[in-house]
T-cell receptor, first 110, second 112 residues
Framework: GESVGLHLPTLSVQEGDNSIINCAYS??????FIWYKQESGKGPQFIID?????DKRQGQRVTVLLNKTVKHLSLQIAATQPGDSAVYFC?????????FGTGTQLKVEL | DVKVTQSSRYLVKRTGEKVFLECVQD?????MFWYRQDPGLGLRLIYF???????EKGDIPEGYSVSREKKERFSLILESASTNQTSMYLC???????????FGEGSRLTVL
């Protein structure tokens, strides 16, 4: 079945630096990938998604990169701010359900 | 503003009690989901529903049941709570043609 994982449980960055959060997936037939952000005490929120016919998609201060050859995607956050502190999940659809990775805790140091 | 509302943020129950977790969405979404979230395990799907009175088991349905009598409401039921069901429970909804889930704030359940 589908497995989705994240490379690091915790990532610490200095305020103002760029953050890169990684995710690997197992099913090469996956055609849609989503990143969620979960702040402390809240439910996850959609950040950005990407379809498999793209290798890059940009949002506001965030970029998602997809490498289908190695089944890897990453979320890049430019000029990381304290408000970016959260747990970040990648998710892959499985039928009409989503499989989530275990999450990376992003800590922003002042 | 779109919203998924979970009825209780924090609950403390005793082993063997019956527990109801309620979730309401105001977006007219077809699909609704219940996940539990535990440290190191991420979000695991318990049950989901793609229509009124329809339900499907997720990855960890044992010990749980659900009810969807109205489109906007999806309830999670623990028939006889056990300590290993202590967890954060998250409800979510989505339109049938998108993978963007809208989550509630979560219900933290402690079973003593």
């Amino acid at each position: 079945g589908e497995s989705v994982g994240l490379h690091l449980p915790t990532l610490s960055v200095q305020e103002g630096d760029n953050s890169i959060i990684n995710c690997a997936y197992s099913n090469s037939a996956s055609d849609y990938f989503i990143w969620y952000k979960q702040e402390s005490g809240k439910g996850p929120q959609f950040i950005i998604d990407i379809r498999s016919n793209m290798d890059k998609r940009q949002g506001q201060r965030v970029t998602v990169l997809l490498n289908k050859t190695v089944k890897h995607l990453s979320l890049q956050i430019a000029a990381t701010q304290p408000g970016d502190s959260a747990v970040y999940f990648c998710a892959v659809p499985r039928g009409n359900k989503l499989t989530f990775g275990t999450g990376t805790q992003l800590k922003v140091e002042l | 503003d779109v919203k998924v509302t979970q009825s209780s943020r924090y609950l403390v129950k005793r082993t063997g009690e019956k527990v109801f977790l309620e979730c309401v969405q105001d977006m007219d979404h077809e699909n609704m989901f219940w996940y539990r979230q535990d440290p190191g395990l991420g979000l695991r799907l318990i049950y989901f529903s793609y229509d009124v009175k329809m339900k499907e088991k997720g990855d960890i349905p044992e010990g749980y049941s659900v009810s969807r009598e109205k489109k906007e409401r999806f309830s999670l039921i623990l028939e006889s709570a056990s300590t290993n069901q202590t967890s954060m429970y998250l409800c979510a909804s989505t339109r049938v043609d998108t993978g963007e889930l809208f989550f509630g704030e979560g219900s933290r359940l402690t079973v003593l």
